[in-house]
């Protein structure tokens, strides 16, 4: 019984971990104690512990393991994680050797294509086709700004990533599970990759089930001299007996029992970052535009955020200039503006004194340009 204890417990406290580096920086947990936890993980104990190598070896340590980090984390390199299955696969039934092979391959796959993909980069040849993809809103992208690196026009959706060192179109995050930008050409190949994931894990979980049942079943088989069409092994068992049953069983098969609980306790982490992602798709955003959707409803909170009618004139579209800002045919036309120009106290760098504007009381008033209805926003996101 303390084996499973043990391991249900390391489990848990890894999966706690993974959760919290990894949805800890989401908008609607930033306030929350596991936002707390987050910065705690990724910024204070980092900055403790750099203060103490500091004085300790001068920075060396420090040095050496953020180059470890960057190798591992950040480059392309042979590294792959394996599922180690001979202690099972012959204990399965034939019927589950095509979906096991399938679904441990399928996860690798689907993160080959969107490792090596490479559409989404933005260079001078396809400069031109990317500006004229999304249309600037006014709200999360204005036009007219150059990227300080790569020395173009930052098109709508676009965001330079300081790690692949590029722009990447309908930039949505750098991903260290991949070791590359997710943007417009590889974000499905990201989405299939997590469901796969989500599904093998999920598989794996109930392979380990059935292995510990039929190791059960044999073992009460055996000691009973009964045949196998009595009922199963926990038919009448009290609760606490069920356990201690398991707990027999993990220490008799440690590895199908010790990966089937990793299988089943990390499952949902899987599920939860493909449905985070699906929810991202409904909303007709990417995840660096939802941490740019948060940071307008911080402002329209501090009282920030002014809005009026948009000119629609025949002079307002001679004004704008296309060399900049291209006409792009989209289904969707914004009929107003916004102004949103805190300073570094967080204060209105220019409150409008014309009665055309009004104040923005809540983000719903803000509508959002790339929303174009879930199948449509499903739609673009395959490359």
């Not at 390391?10 to 930033?30: D, K, Y």
């Not at 953020?66 to 001979?86: K, Q, S």
């Not at 894990?201 to 001299?225: F, P, R, V």
Request: charged residues 15%; positive net charge; glycine residues 6%.
């Amino acid at each position: 019984m303390k084996p499973l204890k043990d391991i249900a417990l390391l489990v848990l406290v890894l999966s706690s971990i993974v959760f919290i580096a990894l949805f800890g920086r989401l908008p609607a947990l930033r306030k929350t104690p596991i936002g707390l936890l987050h910065r705690a993980l990724w910024y204070t104990v980092p900055a403790a512990l750099r203060n103490i190598d500091s004085r300790l070896t001068g920075g060396f340590s420090g040095s050496f393991l953020r180059r470890v980090g960057h190798y591992l984390m950040d480059e392309n390199h042979p590294l792959v994680l394996a599922l180690f299955i001979p202690a099972s696969f012959p204990r399965i039934s034939s019927l589950h050797y095509l979906p096991v092979i399938s679904f441990s391959l399928l996860p690798y796959h689907l993160a080959y294509k969107a490792v090596m993909s490479t559409s989404s980069i933005i260079t001078p040849e396809n400069h031109e086709r990317e500006m004229h993809r999304y249309p600037y809103d006014h709200v999360l992208y204005h036009p007219g700004r150059t990227c300080r690196t790569c020395h173009f026009l930052k098109p709508a959706r676009s965001k330079h990533c300081s790690i692949c060192n590029a722009c990447v179109a309908k930039h949505d995050h750098h991903c260290v599970w991949v070791m590359n930008c997710l943007g417009r050409g590889n974000y499905f190949y990201f989405l299939g990759m997590m469901a796969s994931l989500g599904i093998l894990l999920n598989y794996g979980a109930y392979l380990a089930y059935s292995i510990l049942s039929n190791t059960l079943q044999s073992n009460i088989t055996k000691e009973n001299s009964i045949t196998s069409t009595q009922p199963s092994w926990s038919t009448g068992l009290a609760w606490s007996d069920y356990v201690e049953s398991w707990g027999w069983a993990f220490a008799q098969d440690f590895r199908v029992g010790g990966v089937g609980l990793l299988a089943l306790l990390t499952g949902p982490l899987a599920w939860g970052l493909f449905w985070y992602h699906i929810y991202l798709i409904w909303a007709g955003m990417t995840t660096n535009e939802s941490s740019k959707w948060a940071d307008w409803r911080d402002d329209i909170t501090e009282g920030l955020v002014f809005s009026r009618n948009k000119e629609r004139s025949h002079a307002a579209d001679v004004r704008r200039d296309i060399s900049i800002e291209p006409t792009v045919d989209w289904p969707i036309c914004i009929t107003r503006e916004f102004i949103s120009r805190p300073d570094s106290k967080g204060q209105l760098k220019e409150v409008p004194t014309t009665h055309a504007w009004r104040r923005v009381e809540n983000l719903k008033q803000i509508e959002n340009l790339y929303d174009l209805g879930f199948w449509n926003n499903f739609l673009d996101i395959l490359p």
